[in-house]
């Protein structure tokens, strides 16, 4: 077995992986929603409707004014919605790469990633 997959970081690295995934497919599940209904033009008024653009707003929220909405049919299409949605898929794989940095790697498997990435 390969030492690197049995350090004392691995398990912590692999739940900490599996977290960030976990909320960013919750956040981007929720953007989707966002984009969906706004497309559609669905009444903002229906309690999901409402519900999904409340809950969503924290992470839409930043981007609203970025780009302007394309009018399709009697629905939206809400380029920041995208916008949002590809940020906070950068940010978690970001993260991730990050914790990949904190794995502990012993000598000989740091000369030979070098290399790797050197040629």
Same mark, same amino acid.
């Given at each position: ?17 599996? +977290?960030?995934?976990? @909320? ?5 599940? *929720?953007?989707? =929603?966002? $984009?969906? &209904? ?33 009018? +399709?049919?009697?629905? @939206? ?5 995208? *916008?949002?949605? =590809?940020? $906070?898929? &950068? ?29």
């Amino acid at each position: 077995m390969d030492s690197s997959y049995s350090s004392p970081t691995t398990k912590p690295l692999y739940r900490g992986t599996q +977290v960030v995934w976990y @909320i960013l497919g919750l956040i981007e599940v *929720l953007l989707a =929603f966002r $984009f969906g &209904l706004k497309l559609l033009a669905a009444n903002p008024s229906a309690g999901f409707s409402s519900f999904i653009y409340i809950v969503s707003y924290p992470f839409a929220g930043p981007f609203l004014n970025v780009f302007h909405a394309s009018k +399709v049919e009697s629905g @939206i299409f809400e380029w920041t919605t995208l *916008l949002a949605m =590809f940020v $906070f898929f &950068l940010t978690a794989w970001g993260i991730i790469r990050l914790f990949f940095m904190s794995k502990t790697v012993s000598t000989t498997e740091a000369a030979a990633k070098m290399d790797e990435e050197n040629n």
